[in-house]
Protein backbone atom coordinates (compact mmCIF):
# COMPACT_ATOMS: atom_id res chain seq x y z
CA UNK A 1 0.00 0.00 0.00
CA UNK A 2 1.38 3.13 -0.93
CA UNK A 3 2.08 5.96 1.92
CA UNK A 4 -0.85 7.95 0.03
CA UNK A 5 -3.51 5.05 0.14
CA UNK A 6 -1.97 5.00 3.80
CA UNK A 7 -2.97 8.62 4.57
CA UNK A 8 -6.15 9.05 2.34
CA UNK A 9 -9.18 10.11 4.06
CA UNK A 10 -12.19 10.01 2.06
CA UNK A 11 -14.32 13.25 1.53
CA UNK A 12 -17.63 12.16 3.70
CA UNK A 13 -14.70 11.00 6.77
CA UNK A 14 -12.87 13.92 6.41
CA UNK A 15 -16.70 16.27 6.87
CA UNK A 16 -17.25 14.22 9.67
CA UNK A 17 -14.34 14.64 11.27
CA UNK A 18 -14.24 18.87 10.82
CA UNK A 19 -18.12 18.40 11.89
CA UNK A 20 -16.51 17.19 15.15
CA UNK A 21 -13.90 18.75 15.65
CA UNK A 22 -15.39 22.96 14.55
CA UNK A 23 -18.74 22.07 15.20
CA UNK A 24 -19.41 19.79 18.23
CA UNK A 25 -21.78 17.61 15.89
CA UNK A 26 -23.00 16.30 12.70
CA UNK A 27 -24.98 18.89 11.32
CA UNK A 28 -26.28 17.37 8.07
CA UNK A 29 -29.84 15.79 9.86
CA UNK A 30 -32.48 17.56 8.17
CA UNK A 31 -34.88 16.19 10.51
CA UNK A 32 -33.47 16.87 13.91
CA UNK A 33 -36.05 18.32 15.98
CA UNK A 34 -35.86 20.18 19.65
CA UNK A 35 -36.78 16.98 21.07
CA UNK A 36 -34.19 14.80 20.14
CA UNK A 37 -31.47 17.67 21.33
CA UNK A 38 -33.30 17.99 24.57
CA UNK A 39 -33.05 14.19 25.16
CA UNK A 40 -29.48 13.83 24.35
CA UNK A 41 -28.33 16.94 26.48
CA UNK A 42 -30.70 15.09 29.55
CA UNK A 43 -29.20 12.19 29.23
CA UNK A 44 -25.05 13.36 29.19
CA UNK A 45 -26.44 15.68 32.10
CA UNK A 46 -28.11 12.82 34.31
CA UNK A 47 -25.97 10.13 32.50
CA UNK A 48 -28.63 7.70 32.36
CA UNK A 49 -31.21 6.51 29.88
CA UNK A 50 -34.68 4.61 30.32
CA UNK A 51 -35.90 1.96 28.15
CA UNK A 52 -39.42 3.25 27.00
CA UNK A 53 -41.28 0.53 25.13
CA UNK A 54 -43.68 0.47 27.46
CA UNK A 55 -44.63 4.52 27.42
CA UNK A 56 -44.09 4.23 24.12
CA UNK A 57 -46.68 1.73 23.59
CA UNK A 58 -49.40 2.85 25.00
CA UNK A 59 -48.57 6.69 23.14
CA UNK A 60 -48.75 4.56 19.99
CA UNK A 61 -52.34 3.39 19.95
CA UNK A 62 -52.42 4.02 15.90
CA UNK A 63 -49.81 3.67 13.31
CA UNK A 64 -49.80 4.89 9.92
CA UNK A 65 -49.17 2.47 7.13
CA UNK A 66 -47.11 4.58 4.97
CA UNK A 67 -47.68 3.05 1.72
CA UNK A 68 -51.50 1.73 2.23
CA UNK A 69 -52.05 5.46 3.42
CA UNK A 70 -54.62 4.02 6.61
CA UNK A 71 -53.88 4.12 10.43
CA UNK A 72 -53.42 0.56 11.84
CA UNK A 73 -54.53 -0.03 16.02
CA UNK A 74 -50.65 -1.39 16.77
CA UNK A 75 -51.18 -1.14 20.46
CA UNK A 76 -55.40 -1.95 21.13
CA UNK A 77 -56.84 -0.92 24.69
CA UNK A 78 -57.07 -4.45 25.09
CA UNK A 79 -53.13 -5.61 24.60
CA UNK A 80 -52.29 -2.16 26.89
CA UNK A 81 -54.56 -3.61 29.91
CA UNK A 82 -53.41 -6.94 29.19
CA UNK A 83 -49.61 -6.56 29.74
CA UNK A 84 -50.17 -3.60 32.32
CA UNK A 85 -53.33 -4.33 34.09
CA UNK A 86 -51.99 -2.85 37.87
CA UNK A 87 -51.25 0.43 35.92
CA UNK A 88 -54.47 1.76 35.18
CA UNK A 89 -57.51 0.30 37.19
CA UNK A 90 -58.87 2.69 40.21
CA UNK A 91 -58.38 2.35 43.63
CA UNK A 92 -61.54 -0.32 43.53
CA UNK A 93 -59.74 -2.44 41.01
CA UNK A 94 -61.87 -1.24 38.32
CA UNK A 95 -60.72 -0.79 34.74
CA UNK A 96 -61.28 2.40 32.91
CA UNK A 97 -63.76 2.08 29.79
CA UNK A 98 -62.29 1.62 26.24
CA UNK A 99 -63.37 5.23 25.79
CA UNK A 100 -61.75 6.87 28.36
CA UNK A 101 -58.93 4.95 27.82
CA UNK A 102 -58.66 5.83 24.36
CA UNK A 103 -59.21 9.37 25.58
CA UNK A 104 -56.31 9.32 27.91
CA UNK A 105 -53.83 7.90 25.79
CA UNK A 106 -54.74 10.75 22.41
CA UNK A 107 -54.46 13.35 24.97
CA UNK A 108 -50.69 11.56 26.45
CA UNK A 109 -49.51 11.57 22.82
CA UNK A 110 -50.56 15.03 21.93
CA UNK A 111 -48.54 15.74 25.14
CA UNK A 112 -45.33 13.61 25.40
CA UNK A 113 -44.97 13.43 21.33
CA UNK A 114 -45.65 16.73 20.27
CA UNK A 115 -42.59 16.63 18.15
CA UNK A 116 -43.52 13.34 16.30
CA UNK A 117 -40.60 11.62 17.87
CA UNK A 118 -42.19 8.93 19.04
CA UNK A 119 -41.32 4.94 18.08
CA UNK A 120 -41.83 1.81 19.50
CA UNK A 121 -37.88 0.84 17.80
CA UNK A 122 -35.94 0.34 20.82
CA UNK A 123 -33.66 3.71 21.33
CA UNK A 124 -35.56 5.83 18.69
CA UNK A 125 -38.15 7.57 20.69
CA UNK A 126 -37.34 11.15 21.97
CA UNK A 127 -40.32 12.43 24.43
CA UNK A 128 -41.47 16.15 25.19
CA UNK A 129 -39.13 15.89 27.96
CA UNK A 130 -40.00 16.67 31.89
CA UNK A 131 -38.35 13.79 34.22
CA UNK A 132 -35.64 12.00 34.27
CA UNK A 133 -37.38 8.77 33.06
CA UNK A 134 -38.17 9.89 29.78
CA UNK A 135 -34.81 10.13 28.75
CA UNK A 136 -33.83 7.55 26.08
CA UNK A 137 -31.43 5.71 24.48
CA UNK A 138 -32.23 7.90 21.20
CA UNK A 139 -29.21 9.21 19.00
CA UNK A 140 -30.97 11.40 16.20
CA UNK A 141 -29.37 14.75 17.94
CA UNK A 142 -26.03 13.59 16.08
CA UNK A 143 -24.30 14.74 19.15
CA UNK A 144 -26.14 18.13 19.73
CA UNK A 145 -26.86 17.31 22.98
CA UNK A 146 -23.88 16.21 23.87
CA UNK A 147 -22.09 19.72 22.72
CA UNK A 148 -24.86 21.41 25.00
CA UNK A 149 -24.14 19.09 28.05
CA UNK A 150 -20.74 20.16 27.71
CA UNK A 151 -21.28 23.73 27.14
CA UNK A 152 -23.42 23.74 30.34
CA UNK A 153 -20.91 21.52 32.09
CA UNK A 154 -17.19 22.88 31.11
CA UNK A 155 -15.74 23.77 33.82
CA UNK A 156 -18.05 22.52 36.55
CA UNK A 157 -15.02 21.96 38.86
CA UNK A 158 -13.57 25.45 38.90
CA UNK A 159 -16.76 27.66 38.90
CA UNK A 160 -20.46 27.40 39.00
CA UNK A 161 -22.69 25.96 36.09
CA UNK A 162 -26.38 27.28 37.25
CA UNK A 163 -27.50 26.44 33.60
CA UNK A 164 -26.57 22.51 34.34
CA UNK A 165 -27.63 22.41 38.04
CA UNK A 166 -31.56 23.83 36.63
CA UNK A 167 -31.76 20.86 33.92
CA UNK A 168 -30.96 18.14 36.31
CA UNK A 169 -32.99 19.78 39.54
CA UNK A 170 -36.14 20.08 37.04
CA UNK A 171 -35.28 16.90 35.69
CA UNK A 172 -35.86 15.00 39.02
CA UNK A 173 -38.93 16.64 40.41
CA UNK A 174 -42.81 14.64 39.14
CA UNK A 175 -44.46 17.60 40.32
CA UNK A 176 -45.84 18.95 36.53
CA UNK A 177 -49.06 17.83 34.16
CA UNK A 178 -46.73 15.88 31.89
CA UNK A 179 -44.81 13.87 34.27
CA UNK A 180 -48.12 13.34 35.71
CA UNK A 181 -49.65 12.27 32.70
CA UNK A 182 -46.76 9.51 31.58
CA UNK A 183 -46.26 8.65 35.20
CA UNK A 184 -48.20 5.03 35.06
CA UNK A 185 -45.49 3.82 32.83
CA UNK A 186 -42.19 5.72 34.04
CA UNK A 187 -41.27 3.05 36.40
CA UNK A 188 -41.89 0.26 33.65
CA UNK A 189 -38.61 0.82 31.88
CA UNK A 190 -35.35 0.01 33.26
CA UNK A 191 -33.00 2.33 33.80
CA UNK A 192 -29.33 2.52 33.07
CA UNK A 193 -26.22 4.49 32.27
CA UNK A 194 -25.57 6.13 29.69
CA UNK A 195 -22.06 5.53 28.56
CA UNK A 196 -20.81 7.45 24.88
CA UNK A 197 -19.70 4.02 22.39
CA UNK A 198 -19.15 4.31 19.22
CA UNK A 199 -19.66 7.03 16.56
CA UNK A 200 -20.11 9.66 20.30
CA UNK A 201 -16.76 8.17 22.00
CA UNK A 202 -14.97 9.37 18.63
CA UNK A 203 -16.45 12.62 19.23
CA UNK A 204 -15.77 13.33 22.59
CA UNK A 205 -12.31 12.80 21.74
CA UNK A 206 -12.42 14.72 18.67
CA UNK A 207 -14.56 17.59 20.26
CA UNK A 208 -12.26 18.33 23.35
CA UNK A 209 -10.26 20.92 21.66
CA UNK A 210 -13.37 22.84 20.84
CA UNK A 211 -14.62 22.76 24.64
CA UNK A 212 -11.10 23.51 25.70
CA UNK A 213 -11.19 25.96 28.82
CA UNK A 214 -8.41 27.76 30.54
CA UNK A 215 -7.04 27.66 34.13
CA UNK A 216 -9.95 29.29 35.76
CA UNK A 217 -12.38 27.10 33.97
CA UNK A 218 -13.87 29.65 31.56
CA UNK A 219 -14.11 28.25 27.72
CA UNK A 220 -11.32 29.56 25.27
CA UNK A 221 -13.73 29.78 22.26
CA UNK A 222 -14.81 33.17 22.39
CA UNK A 223 -18.22 32.46 20.94
CA UNK A 224 -18.89 29.44 23.16
CA UNK A 225 -17.52 31.56 26.55
CA UNK A 226 -19.80 34.37 25.57
CA UNK A 227 -22.92 31.68 25.21
CA UNK A 228 -22.13 30.05 28.17
CA UNK A 229 -22.59 33.29 29.79
CA UNK A 230 -25.64 33.69 28.42
CA UNK A 231 -26.98 30.37 29.20
CA UNK A 232 -26.17 30.36 32.71
CA UNK A 233 -28.01 34.07 33.12
CA UNK A 234 -30.95 32.94 31.53
CA UNK A 235 -30.51 29.99 33.86
CA UNK A 236 -30.56 31.91 37.06
CA UNK A 237 -33.42 33.94 35.67
CA UNK A 238 -35.80 31.00 34.81
CA UNK A 239 -34.59 29.55 38.65
CA UNK A 240 -35.93 32.71 40.58
CA UNK A 241 -39.01 33.42 37.79
CA UNK A 242 -39.68 30.45 35.88
CA UNK A 243 -42.17 27.46 36.48
CA UNK A 244 -40.53 24.07 35.32
CA UNK A 245 -42.03 23.43 32.13
CA UNK A 246 -41.74 27.05 31.25
CA UNK A 247 -38.34 26.71 32.35
CA UNK A 248 -37.25 23.67 30.15
CA UNK A 249 -38.60 24.93 27.21
CA UNK A 250 -36.44 28.07 27.32
CA UNK A 251 -33.59 26.58 28.14
CA UNK A 252 -34.05 23.98 25.12
CA UNK A 253 -34.94 27.09 22.63
CA UNK A 254 -32.16 28.83 23.88
CA UNK A 255 -29.84 25.98 23.26
CA UNK A 256 -30.79 25.59 19.71
CA UNK A 257 -29.93 29.13 18.80
CA UNK A 258 -26.98 28.86 21.10
CA UNK A 259 -26.09 25.87 18.36
CA UNK A 260 -26.83 28.43 15.30
CA UNK A 261 -24.96 31.16 16.62
CA UNK A 262 -22.00 29.25 17.19
CA UNK A 263 -22.20 26.95 14.14
CA UNK A 264 -21.99 30.71 12.18
CA UNK A 265 -19.81 32.58 14.54
CA UNK A 266 -17.47 29.55 14.47
CA UNK A 267 -15.46 30.85 11.04
CA UNK A 268 -14.58 34.05 12.87
CA UNK A 269 -12.97 31.99 15.79
CA UNK A 270 -10.61 29.49 13.55
CA UNK A 271 -9.75 31.72 10.18
CA UNK A 272 -6.30 33.65 11.28
CA UNK A 273 -8.14 36.84 9.65
CA UNK A 274 -11.62 35.86 11.09
CA UNK A 275 -11.69 38.15 13.43
CA UNK A 276 -14.46 40.66 11.91
CA UNK A 277 -16.44 37.17 10.09
CA UNK A 278 -19.19 37.45 12.19
CA UNK A 279 -22.60 37.20 10.27
CA UNK A 280 -25.44 39.12 11.62
CA UNK A 281 -28.78 37.94 12.17
CA UNK A 282 -31.51 40.86 11.35
CA UNK A 283 -35.06 39.94 12.50
CA UNK A 284 -37.93 40.72 10.29
CA UNK A 285 -40.69 41.74 12.46
CA UNK A 286 -43.27 42.10 10.04
CA UNK A 287 -43.92 38.35 9.17
CA UNK A 288 -42.13 38.88 5.35
CA UNK A 289 -44.81 41.78 5.10
CA UNK A 290 -42.45 43.76 3.62
CA UNK A 291 -40.58 42.60 0.82
CA UNK A 292 -36.63 44.41 1.52
CA UNK A 293 -36.68 43.54 4.92
CA UNK A 294 -37.95 39.60 4.27
CA UNK A 295 -34.99 39.55 1.68
CA UNK A 296 -32.35 41.19 4.03
CA UNK A 297 -33.22 38.84 6.69
CA UNK A 298 -33.22 36.10 4.30
CA UNK A 299 -29.85 37.17 2.97
CA UNK A 300 -28.29 37.58 6.40
CA UNK A 301 -29.49 33.85 7.00
CA UNK A 302 -27.76 33.05 3.72
CA UNK A 303 -24.76 34.53 5.09
CA UNK A 304 -24.47 32.46 7.86
CA UNK A 305 -24.41 29.99 6.04
CA UNK A 306 -21.67 30.40 3.59
CA UNK A 307 -19.94 31.18 7.05
CA UNK A 308 -19.49 27.97 7.65
CA UNK A 309 -19.01 26.67 3.85
CA UNK A 310 -16.06 29.06 4.10
CA UNK A 311 -15.01 27.19 7.26
CA UNK A 312 -15.06 23.84 6.05
CA UNK A 313 -13.58 24.96 3.26
CA UNK A 314 -11.02 26.22 4.79
CA UNK A 315 -10.53 23.62 6.95
CA UNK A 316 -10.25 20.94 3.99
CA UNK A 317 -7.83 22.73 2.41
CA UNK A 318 -5.64 22.52 5.25
CA UNK A 319 -6.13 18.62 5.08
CA UNK A 320 -5.09 19.05 0.88
CA UNK A 321 -2.20 20.83 1.88
CA UNK A 322 -0.57 18.05 4.34
CA UNK A 323 -1.43 15.16 2.31
CA UNK A 324 -0.17 16.47 -0.59
CA UNK A 325 3.20 18.32 0.53
CA UNK A 326 6.26 16.42 -0.29
CA UNK A 327 9.51 17.65 0.48
CA UNK A 328 8.23 21.28 1.48
CA UNK A 329 6.11 21.31 -1.95
CA UNK A 330 2.44 20.80 -2.55
CA UNK A 331 2.07 18.05 -5.41
CA UNK A 332 -1.95 17.64 -5.92
CA UNK A 333 -1.46 16.05 -9.46
CA UNK A 334 1.32 13.55 -8.04
CA UNK A 335 -1.47 12.88 -5.21
CA UNK A 336 -4.59 11.82 -7.04
CA UNK A 337 -2.72 9.96 -9.34
CA UNK A 338 -1.33 7.44 -6.26
CA UNK A 339 -4.95 6.88 -5.06
CA UNK A 340 -6.29 4.23 -6.25
CA UNK A 341 -9.08 2.97 -8.67
CA UNK A 342 -12.45 3.35 -6.70
CA UNK A 343 -15.92 5.28 -8.30
CA UNK A 344 -15.16 7.60 -5.11
CA UNK A 345 -11.93 8.53 -5.80
CA UNK A 346 -12.71 8.34 -9.50
CA UNK A 347 -15.67 11.09 -8.40
CA UNK A 348 -12.59 13.01 -6.50
CA UNK A 349 -10.66 13.41 -10.04
CA UNK A 350 -14.01 14.22 -12.20
CA UNK A 351 -14.62 17.09 -9.88
CA UNK A 352 -10.86 18.18 -9.76
CA UNK A 353 -10.94 18.72 -13.49
CA UNK A 354 -13.80 20.37 -13.28
CA UNK A 355 -12.36 23.21 -10.78
CA UNK A 356 -8.83 23.06 -11.89
CA UNK A 357 -9.58 25.42 -14.90
CA UNK A 358 -8.30 29.17 -13.40
CA UNK A 359 -7.58 28.20 -9.91
CA UNK A 360 -4.88 26.98 -7.82
CA UNK A 361 -4.65 23.40 -7.75
CA UNK A 362 -4.74 22.76 -4.32
CA UNK A 363 -8.23 24.91 -3.55
CA UNK A 364 -9.56 22.84 -7.11
CA UNK A 365 -8.63 19.59 -5.05
CA UNK A 366 -10.52 21.60 -1.59
CA UNK A 367 -13.80 22.01 -3.96
CA UNK A 368 -13.13 18.93 -4.83
CA UNK A 369 -13.54 16.79 -1.64
CA UNK A 370 -16.44 19.19 -0.65
CA UNK A 371 -18.75 18.19 -3.11
CA UNK A 372 -17.82 15.04 -3.43
CA UNK A 373 -18.10 14.64 0.72
CA UNK A 374 -22.40 16.10 0.88
CA UNK A 375 -22.83 14.64 -2.72
CA UNK A 376 -21.64 11.35 -3.18
CA UNK A 377 -19.19 9.61 -0.51
CA UNK A 378 -20.50 7.83 2.21
CA UNK A 379 -23.65 6.55 4.20
CA UNK A 380 -27.27 9.18 4.17
CA UNK A 381 -26.64 10.24 7.71
CA UNK A 382 -22.92 12.18 6.44
CA UNK A 383 -25.10 13.26 3.39
CA UNK A 384 -26.21 16.72 3.14
CA UNK A 385 -25.17 20.42 3.72
CA UNK A 386 -24.24 21.40 7.36
CA UNK A 387 -26.59 23.42 7.87
CA UNK A 388 -29.70 21.38 7.73
CA UNK A 389 -29.76 20.90 11.35
CA UNK A 390 -29.61 24.52 12.12
CA UNK A 391 -33.05 24.58 9.04
CA UNK A 392 -34.58 22.03 10.45
CA UNK A 393 -34.08 23.06 14.63
CA UNK A 394 -34.73 26.86 13.54
CA UNK A 395 -38.05 26.31 12.26
CA UNK A 396 -39.58 23.88 14.70
CA UNK A 397 -37.98 26.24 17.47
CA UNK A 398 -39.18 29.73 15.58
CA UNK A 399 -36.53 31.96 15.10
CA UNK A 400 -36.35 30.87 11.22
CA UNK A 401 -39.60 31.66 9.46
CA UNK A 402 -41.03 31.03 5.91
CA UNK A 403 -39.69 33.20 3.38
CA UNK A 404 -42.84 35.47 3.80
CA UNK A 405 -46.22 35.86 5.22
CA UNK A 406 -47.65 33.18 2.85
CA UNK A 407 -45.90 30.83 3.75
CA UNK A 408 -43.53 30.19 0.33
CA UNK A 409 -40.35 29.43 0.10
CA UNK A 410 -40.00 25.86 1.10
CA UNK A 411 -37.97 24.38 3.98
CA UNK A 412 -34.69 26.01 2.97
CA UNK A 413 -36.11 29.67 1.93
CA UNK A 414 -36.43 31.16 5.11
CA UNK A 415 -35.44 34.14 7.44
CA UNK A 416 -34.80 35.37 10.72
CA UNK A 417 -38.22 36.74 13.17
CA UNK A 418 -38.89 36.91 16.59
CA UNK A 419 -41.90 35.89 18.74
CA UNK A 420 -42.52 36.60 22.07
CA UNK A 421 -41.31 33.67 23.62
CA UNK A 422 -37.79 34.24 21.75
CA UNK A 423 -37.65 38.14 22.61
CA UNK A 424 -37.86 37.26 26.71
CA UNK A 425 -35.28 34.45 25.74
CA UNK A 426 -33.23 37.18 24.80
CA UNK A 427 -33.72 39.43 27.06
CA UNK A 428 -33.65 36.77 29.73
CA UNK A 429 -30.45 35.88 29.06
CA UNK A 430 -28.97 39.40 28.69
CA UNK A 431 -30.57 42.08 31.06
CA UNK A 432 -30.29 41.23 34.96
CA UNK A 433 -32.98 41.61 37.32
CA UNK A 434 -32.30 44.12 39.18
CA UNK A 435 -29.65 46.23 36.70
CA UNK A 436 -32.47 47.70 34.02
CA UNK A 437 -30.64 48.60 30.74
CA UNK A 438 -31.18 51.43 28.26
CA UNK A 439 -33.32 50.11 24.76
CA UNK A 440 -30.16 51.06 22.85
CA UNK A 441 -27.64 49.25 24.91
CA UNK A 442 -29.66 45.80 24.84
CA UNK A 443 -29.13 46.54 21.31
CA UNK A 444 -25.49 46.42 21.54
CA UNK A 445 -25.39 43.42 24.03
CA UNK A 446 -27.65 41.33 21.73
CA UNK A 447 -25.34 41.92 18.83
CA UNK A 448 -22.49 41.56 20.59
CA UNK A 449 -23.63 38.17 22.04
CA UNK A 450 -25.57 36.55 19.06
CA UNK A 451 -25.13 39.04 16.22
CA UNK A 452 -28.54 40.43 16.39
CA UNK A 453 -29.40 43.25 14.52
CA UNK A 454 -33.09 44.77 13.82
CA UNK A 455 -32.36 48.65 12.14
CA UNK A 456 -30.79 50.87 13.96
CA UNK A 457 -28.58 53.30 11.57
CA UNK A 458 -25.23 51.96 12.84
CA UNK A 459 -26.25 48.58 11.78
CA UNK A 460 -27.13 49.38 8.30
CA UNK A 461 -23.54 48.12 6.55
CA UNK A 462 -24.00 45.43 8.20
CA UNK A 463 -26.93 44.49 7.00
CA UNK A 464 -26.10 45.30 3.24
CA UNK A 465 -22.77 44.32 3.41
CA UNK A 466 -22.90 40.41 4.76
CA UNK A 467 -20.81 38.70 2.26
CA UNK A 468 -18.05 37.53 4.38
CA UNK A 469 -15.77 35.76 1.69
CA UNK A 470 -12.53 37.31 1.79
CA UNK A 471 -10.58 38.28 -1.43
CA UNK A 472 -13.66 37.99 -3.72
CA UNK A 473 -13.42 40.27 -6.84
CA UNK A 474 -17.31 40.92 -6.46
CA UNK A 475 -18.93 41.28 -2.76
CA UNK A 476 -22.66 40.84 -2.40
CA UNK A 477 -24.68 43.55 -1.11
CA UNK A 478 -28.30 43.88 0.27
CA UNK A 479 -30.51 46.51 -1.04
CA UNK A 480 -32.91 47.30 1.97
CA UNK A 481 -35.39 50.35 2.35
CA UNK A 482 -33.86 52.35 5.43
CA UNK A 483 -37.37 53.27 6.43
CA UNK A 484 -38.29 49.48 6.95
CA UNK A 485 -35.45 48.98 9.10
CA UNK A 486 -36.95 52.25 11.04
CA UNK A 487 -40.05 50.48 11.69
CA UNK A 488 -38.83 46.80 12.16
CA UNK A 489 -36.72 48.59 14.86
CA UNK A 490 -40.19 50.21 16.71
CA UNK A 491 -41.48 47.26 16.08
CA UNK A 492 -39.04 45.09 17.95
CA UNK A 493 -39.69 47.50 20.84
CA UNK A 494 -42.38 47.32 21.01
CA UNK A 495 -43.11 44.04 21.20
CA UNK A 496 -40.66 44.38 24.06
CA UNK A 497 -43.07 46.82 25.57
CA UNK A 498 -45.73 44.65 25.03
CA UNK A 499 -44.33 41.21 26.96
CA UNK A 500 -43.30 43.25 29.87
CA UNK A 501 -40.01 43.40 29.30
CA UNK A 502 -39.31 47.00 28.62
CA UNK A 503 -40.81 50.18 29.96
CA UNK A 504 -41.04 53.17 27.65
CA UNK A 505 -41.19 56.75 29.33
CA UNK A 506 -42.40 60.30 27.95
CA UNK A 507 -38.66 61.93 27.48
CA UNK A 508 -38.69 58.90 25.01
CA UNK A 509 -36.49 57.22 27.11
CA UNK A 510 -37.09 52.73 26.70
CA UNK A 511 -35.31 50.53 29.61
CA UNK A 512 -34.88 47.07 28.87
CA UNK A 513 -35.79 45.39 32.62
CA UNK A 514 -36.46 41.76 33.95
CA UNK A 515 -37.80 43.00 37.42
CA UNK A 516 -40.50 41.02 38.61
CA UNK A 517 -39.99 38.31 35.97
CA UNK A 518 -40.72 41.01 33.22
CA UNK A 519 -43.84 41.85 34.53
Known sequence: MSAAEEEFESPDALLRRIYDEDFGFLPTNSSMKPVHVANGMARRLVGTSTDHTPLARVLRQYVKKQKAGYMEERNPNSAILADYPDRFRDAYGNEPSDENLTAFRSLAKDTLGADGAVFETNQASSFTLSHRRMITGDISDNGSGDLLAALLTAGEGMRPAPGAALVRELLGEDADPWTMIGWPMLDLGEERNATLTGAALIRSERVAALLAVDATGLLTSPTLRELRARFD??????????????????????????????????????????????????????????????????????????????????????????????????????????????????????????????????????????KTGYSFVGPKSVKGFPWHALLALGRRSGYLLPYDDRGRGGKEHKRYGANAEFAEV???????????????????????????????????????????????????????????????LLAFKDLLVEIGFAKSYADGRTVVTTDNGGA
Open 426 to 488: LVASTVRPGDPMDFDDFLDRIRESFGIVVGRRVDFDVIRNNDLRRGALMQRTVSVNENDLRAN
Open 233 to 370: QLAEYEDDYGAKLTALRRMMLFGCFAIHVHMIRRCGDVLPDGEGIRPPILLDLFDGRKRSLREASAASLQGGFRAIAQLTLYRIREHVREVSTVKGKEKVGEYLDSLPETPDNDRIRAEYADHLVGMDPGDALAEAFW
